[in-house]
């Protein structure tokens, strides 16, 4: 599959301009609908870093309804597909871990090729009535990508295998980037830094963390 860099170093896939064909392609910023949608998962912080030959999803505990805090010491990351597979979610918890089962299918179903099973989620999630209606946002990883989905159809491969959403997923992203950018630091210890920041500005985040790293 080609790829077409735009300038905001997304590659990028999205099934509503493409008959649901999963060709890359390349949309300018007000074409990112994937940040709308993650404006209404406000309620997590999940953050991925890569750096050499380790991949780290890590993800705070604290489950909100409203302004109140249910649970604080919740697990939105997990292994998937015989533990070659990262997973993090943001939004809705029953959800996120009914797309995972899904998900983990897809994997099944094609050998555990990250690409092709998240594209193939995407394209069930934005078509299928049913899953349209789940509110959660995805970041898997494996040893060779980092990707976020949607239920927009959309499936991002962000820049500097770097992804941050959620409601702290800015500052995370903020944080890790300037850690990889001017520290010799590992991807576990970079994702671990950059969510404790994120824990400390956004009222949605709290610092019970749950990390899975993955060597390759």
Known sequence: MPKIA??????YYNLNYCHLSPYLLHYPPHDL????????????????????NQVVIAGDGQVSLGNTVMKGNAKKVRRLYHNKVL?????????????????EAKLEMHQGHLLRSAVELAKDWRTDRMLRKLEAMLVVADAEASL???????????EYDLVAIGSGGNYAQA??????????LSALEIAEKSLTIAGDI???????????????
Do not use: H, M
Not at 148 to 158: A, E, M, S
């Open 33 to 52: 609908s994937w940040r709308a949608r993650e404006e209404d998962s406000k309620v997590t912080t999940i953050v991925s870093v890569r750096r050499n």
């Open 87 to 103: 997973a993090g979610f943001a939004g809705g918890t029953a959800d996120a871990f009914t797309l995972f089962e899904r998900f």
């Open 148 to 158: 976020i989905i949607t239920g927009n159809g959309d499936v991002v491969q962000p």
């Open 6 to 11: 735009n300038s905001f170093g997304f590659s």
């Open 202 to 216: 956004c009222v949605f985040t709290n610092q019970f963390k749950t990390i899975e790293e993955l060597n390759y």
């Open 175 to 184: 944080a890790a980037l300037a850690l990889l950018q001017n520290t010799e």
